[in-house]
């Protein structure tokens, strides 16, 4: 299909260009970007300096020592509230998408190695789901579920099914036809052996490739989810949320409202979308979102 | 094989091939809406209690007391004669008319902002493929990737507050001054107040739509940067870029020739941005108070119109469809070696 040929062509891997030293940047900053995140949300306790759910002083308040970030319309201090919010992020998107691989790396595998009318008919329901847009998926079935973060966690899941079935059919594809399939197969393995021992580690690379590009993206849409009003409920401290409970104050010169929240939306997204630059390229794969 | 009325042959396989896409699509939004737990007749009432009769007129009024799939049938033929429904909360008023009315609005959003995007995909393109392996080349790469992950709202935001609230050079919401009317003849702004004449009107819509378009644009603009760059580094190793080269032809004109070649994939791209341009577009939307169908089915949901929202989702996926036959038929024309 000349679609999948242009997809990969975005995503060439650069090697041999210049490409090994970016590439290698981009692995590094989004690694410690990410790693970050990561102690800010185990550690939010300890380095939060205030209950991120309470007043904390004067609302409104612009940055100060006390305040990093400054105050919101109720006084809570929004850099407390931005290291608690790094934890909601990260757990909805992570399970969601260990959801998504849970459903989509299977099925891509089956249909994959299977082939005939069923790899027919996964791969047009997965590319018609994959053709619509994921946020109006995801708006509408968090709309339905109503807004509590386990449903945000399930309606991202469902939408990032398809990402992980089209990689992972693709590659099957390709690997069912190499010899050591061939060599597995004389030596009396039996399908499922050859599909979950032979084929899918052999897929490993593609996945964590994949798992990041897909992460760097659920990210974004959980925040969307989130600063369209359909994910959490006040007060949990939550990025996307704090953005649009701040867009309002814009005219006030209040900045600080949502400068910050949205800030590490991007940079959380950006830090796992250059892992995955950087990895793709390392294990000379194209990475597809 | 090229022969006589391979196009239209084409054509028709195309569009055949988007009935099953638009079903999946409807089915899909068919079960979400229906499947999933609790019903939508008590999560509009909310906490509300109304007599039994009330709320079976409800149920009845949203078409929701029949067997599901009656349901689905009936809304289905509906739907392929224009029909979505009507609005549950605002009695009466077809949604249908409610699409019709907002959808302009998104259009033009959509089409100015993938000018934008495609516009600065080539320039960011070529100057990565003419300085490849450089230090340019390696920051475009760095911007497409960060392109991608602006979010949305935030970007919009950051906008708002530099040129709408600092400089306040531009508007940073709505799509046109309160009291300033355009006679609607396309709904798209640009294109009603030139036929109008109405020049006071074009300038006001032209600055209101300056800032969501960047926004989307934007975002939307990192993979045409990488697709152009890859495509005029494949197209400049060529042999007829050679022959050019070798009789003396400018370096500049050179470059011209290969981007019209390395410009063709571009329209597939289109296709396939296509779902992300529209989930961007009711980010933006929302940023910037645009009153497309983005901030529609929100406004939608906030009222628990079910029977709206599920016409939207439903207008969204047949847009899905038509975008994508649309899209393979212009790549068809463009290039000739595509014919079935």
């Not at chain 1, 891997?13 to 690694?31: A, K, S």
């Not at chain 1, 970050?36 to 308040?61: D, E, R």
């Not at chain 1, 998107?93 to 249909?111: H, K, Q, R, W």
């Not at chain 2, 961007?280 to 929100?298: C, D, K, Q, R, V």
């Amino acid at each position: 299909m000349v679609r999948l040929e242009i997809v990969k062509k975005i995503y060439e891997p650069l090697i041999g260009i210049f490409g090994v030293r970016v590439g290698r940047g981009m692995l590094i900053t989004g690694m410690l970007i990410v790693l970050a995140v990561v102690i800010m949300a185990v550690f939010a306790p300890l380095i939060a300096p205030y209950n991120p759910t309470i007043s904390a002083g004067k609302p409104f308040q612009p940055p100060t020592k006390e305040h990093l970030f400054g105050t919101n319309r109720l006084g809570q201090d929004m850099f407390s509230r931005i290291v608690y919010g790094s934890r909601i992020i990260l757990l909805v998107v992570i399970s969601a998408t260990l959801i998504s691989m849970s459903v989509g790396i299977p099925l891509g595998l089956i249909s994959g190695y299977v082939g005939g009318k069923l790899d027919r008919a996964f791969s047009m329901v997965m590319d018609s789901i994959y053709a619509f847009p994921s946020l109006v998926l995801a708006i509408a079935i968090a709309a339905m579920l109503g807004p509590n973060i386990t449903n945000t966690a399930l309606a991202i899941s469902i939408v990032y099914i398809p990402t992980y079935f089209r990689m992972i059919r693709g590659q099957t594809l390709s690997l069912k036809e190499q010899l050591f399939v061939e060599a597995a197969r004389a030596l009396g393995a039996r399908d499922r052996e050859i599909m979950f021992r032979y084929i899918l580690p052999n897929l490993a690379p593609t996945i964590v490739v994949v798992f990041s590009l897909s992460v760097a993206d659920a990210i974004l849409t959980e925040a969307g989810l989130s600063f369209l009003g359909l994910s959490v409920v006040p007060p949990t401290p939550d990025w996307g949320y704090d953005l649009r409970v701040g867009q309002p104050f814009l005219l006030n010169g209040y900045w600080w409202l949502v400068f910050f929240p949205g800030l590490m939306v991007m940079l959380l997204a950006m830090g796992f979308a250059f892992i995955g630059e950087g990895l793709g390229e390392r294990f000379a794969l194209g990475g597809e979102r | 094989m090229v022969r006589a009325g391979g196009l239209a042959r084409y054509i028709a396989i195309r569009a055949l091939m988007v009935v099953p896409t638009v079903l999946i699509l409807y089915t899909m939004v068919f079960l979400i809406l229906r499947v999933i737990p609790g019903d939508p007749i008590t999560a509009i009432v909310g906490t509300k209690s109304l007599p039994p009769e009330q709320l079976e007129a409800l149920r009845e009024a949203a078409g929701l007391n029949k067997p599901y799939i009656v349901q689905y049938f009936e809304y289905l033929w509906n739907v392929l004669h224009g029909d979505f429904g009507e609005s549950l909360v605002i009695r009466g008023r077809p949604i249908a008319a409610d699409l019709i009315d907002r959808f302009p609005a998104t259009l033009e959003l959509s089409i100015s902002s993938f000018i934008v995007s495609v516009l600065i995909g080539l320039v960011t393109g070529t100057l990565a493929a003419s300085r490849r392996g450089g230090k340019v080349d390696a920051s475009m790469r760095i911007y497409s990737v960060v392109a991608y992950t602006l979010f949305i709202p935030w970007f919009g935001m950051m906008l708002q507050i530099l040129f709408g609230v600092q400089l306040k050079v531009l508007p940073i919401s709505g799509r046109l001054d309160p009291g300033l009317t355009i006679e609607r003849i396309t709904g798209l702004y640009l294109i009603d107040s030139l036929i109008t004449g109405n020049i006071e009107g074009f300038k006001n819509a032209l600055a209101h739509l300056v800032l969501p378009t960047i926004t989307l644009g934007t975002v939307l603009s990192g993979a045409y940067t990488r697709l152009l760059r890859n495509n005029l580094i494949d197209v400049l190793s060529q042999d007829f870029i050679r022959a050019y080269h070798a009789r003396g032809v400018r370096g500049y004109k050179v470059m011209l020739h290969a981007i019209k070649n390395a410009f063709i994939p571009v329209v597939t791209l289109m296709g396939l941005q296509f779902a992300i341009l529209l989930g961007g577009a009711i980010l933006t939307e929302t940023t910037f108070s645009w009153p497309g169908m983005g901030t529609y089915l929100l406004d939608r949901i906030e009222y628990r119109d079910y029977t709206a929202i599920q016409g939207t989702v439903i207008f969204f996926a047949l847009l899905v469809g038509l975008i994508s036959l649309v899209v393979d038929i212009v790549y068809a024309l463009l290039d000739p070696r595509i014919r079935y």
